[in-house]
């Protein structure tokens, strides 16, 4: 079992549309949590951390649920300039990051 | 601020040959990484430097690879000799803080042919 799995997609959207995607982490140690940005042949971009209580930036939220050892990012009213792919990454307490695969998405116009 | 740089961009060499990669953090930054993507997989965990001296090298997949940070500026990162599976891109990161997330640089895709 991978330490970090995301559903690869693609997920395919209209611009506009809200989508959200799921990261599970199998490690309960871990400690911190965020979500990149990665744009094809680039390197990754944090978008944002991902804290217990929730967060919201802009158009982006994030929140993680510990219990369940699950993180989620939703995209509201999506730009054809969020077609990327996104990477959920998980922090252990060695400063080491692991990530997950990423999830593609591609907003249509 | 300039942000991480590394150097080359590209590398294509053959098996059996010496590469270096270099990879120069955002200036102040103690913590410096090393990561890389093969084909097809996840982004991989190789070593860390705090200033000059290794944190963490679990994720050195063998000993043809060699991270340094003399002085604990830039970093390099020699794979002496280079196999097929090496291929891949090399990202380097810097970070001062955990907290704020890392900044990478744009990667050295390397191709051993």
């Known amino acids: 079992r991978k330490e970090v799995e995301q559903d690869p997609g693609p997920f395919n959207v209209p611009e506009g549309a809200t989508v959200a995607f799921n990261c599970t982490y199998s490690?309960?140690?871990?400690?911190?949590f965020f979500w990149y940005r990665q744009d094809c042949r680039k390197e990754p971009k944090l978008l944002m951390s991902v804290y217990s209580s929730g967060n919201e930036d802009g158009r982006f939220t994030a929140q993680l649920n510990r219990a369940s050892q699950y993180i989620s990012l939703l995209i509201r009213d999506s730009k054809l300039s969020d077609s990327a792919t996104y990477l959920c990454v998980v922090e252990t307490g060695r400063r080491a990051l692991t990530f997950g695969s990423g999830t593609r998405l591609q907003v249509q116009p | 601020e300039a942000g991480v740089t590394q150097f080359p961009s590209h590398s294509v060499i053959e098996k059996g040959q010496t590469v270096t990669l270099r990879c120069d953090p955002i200036?102040?930054?103690?913590?410096l990484y090393w990561y890389r993507r093969v084909m097809g997989k996840e982004i991989k965990f190789l070593l860390h430097?705090?200033?000059?001296?290794?944190?963490?090298e679990s994720g050195m997949p063998n000993n043809r690879f060699l991270a340094e940070r003399t002085g604990g500026t830039y970093s390099t990162l020699k794979v002496q000799p280079a196999e097929l599976e090496d291929s891949g891109v090399y990202f380097c990161?810097?970070?001062?803080?955990?907290?704020?997330?890392?900044?990478f640089g744009s990667g050295t895709r390397l191709t051993v042919v």
């Open positions: 490690n309960s140690a871990s400690q911190s």
């Open positions: 990161a810097s970070s001062q803080d955990l907290i704020v997330g890392y900044t």
């Open positions: 430097f705090v200033k000059e001296s290794k944190q963490d």
């Open positions: 200036s102040g930054h103690d913590n």
